[in-house]
């Protein structure tokens, strides 16, 4: 997979938390996969088509996307994992995402996404397409967000 | 969307997903039950996710619990499979991706504005998992077959009827 087409990903999400003062992001593990598969509690997938096809997974624990929703509150404590973070979470995803689709429309890449699916569970896991796998964590003070990028084109 | 338009989607999801079983397992199933849930479903065990762009944003999650989708992995694959292994996971993903493809295929040649394009699918499963869409509407059928039932959800950002 192309390195270049991970920035994009990496600077929506850095872009988004910056916006909700969420400051010191630090990239974390890089790892790559035979296939793309997740399993924290939290997993936001998105998926993208046009100029590239590609499955992309927003994984986190509880706590991170509660504090996510908290940031995004301007710090409103969070104290539950209930419907309102359910339904930030998704908004923070999709906005993500709108950034990333825009980077790539700055590489000369034309992208669509689809709305944020999101799942949670117990004892989860997701396996999102046979294609070689990038992991990516990104390392912030709200918690660590694990980021997993399956290009098929 | 009005209902005429669901039922022009719904229907050949319904059909594809009764002639794909039938072909690829020697399975048969019938329509069962028909429903509406807001913004959450709970899946059975094992579900197959894949993103819908085109005139309707959306998801199709097909769900079964683990037993049935060991039992039509089997069936298709002439196996015996004691748990969910990948091969079984790979069975159930390409069972599904054949169904929606079919399915939208049908769709868009019958309806031109729809232009309905399918992401890749993904595979998940677990305990008490949640598949959240907050706010959305999710149309749900329940095919009965004779391993076990199959559900369709189809839901659809910003659709009300």
Do not use: H
């Amino acid at each position: 997979m192309d390195v270049n087409k991970l920035t994009p990903f990496i600077d929506g999400l850095k872009t988004l938390l910056e916006q909700y003062e969420v400051t010191d992001i630090k990239k974390g593990k890089l790892e790559k996969k035979p296939n793309l598969n997740a399993g924290s509690d939290v997993n936001v997938i998105i998926g993208y088509q046009k100029d590239m096809k590609a499955n992309v997974t927003y994984s986190m624990s509880f706590s991170t996307a509660q504090n996510i929703v908290s940031a995004m509150m301007g710090g409103v404590p969070v104290t539950e994992f209930d419907e309102n973070v359910e339904s930030g979470i998704c908004e923070f995803a999709n906005m993500v995402s709108g950034y990333t689709v825009t980077s790539f429309f700055g590489m000369k890449l034309n992208l669509e996404n689809t709305p944020p699916t999101l799942v949670t569970g117990k004892k989860l896991f997701l396996m999102i397409g046979r294609v070689e796998t990038v992991m990516l964590e990104v390392v912030t003070p709200v918690g660590n967000i694990e980021i997993n990028i399956g290009v098929e084109q | 969307m009005d209902s005429q338009e669901l039922i022009s989607i719904l229907n050949p999801f319904i059909s594809a997903s009764i002639e794909v079983i039938q072909d690829m397992a020697e399975v048969s199933a019938k329509r069962s039950k028909i429903d509406k849930k807001f913004g959450s479903v709970y899946s059975s065990g094992v579900s197959t996710v894949l993103g819908l762009n085109g005139k309707y944003k959306g998801r199709i999650l097909l769900d079964t619990t683990v037993p049935t989708a060991i039992a039509l992995a089997e069936k298709i694959n002439g196996e015996e499979f004691k748990e969910i292994d990948e091969t079984v996971l790979y069975t159930i993903i390409e069972l599904n991706n054949i169904i929606s493809g079919k399915a939208i295929t049908e769709i868009n040649n019958a309806n031109k504005e729809y232009e309905f394009r399918l992401t890749p699918p993904g595979v998940f499963w677990g305990e008490e998992i949640k598949v959240s869409s907050p706010g959305w509407q999710v149309f749900c059928v329940e095919l009965a077959t004779d391993v076990g039932s199959f559900n369709i959800n189809l839901g659809f950002e910003g659709v009300e009827i």
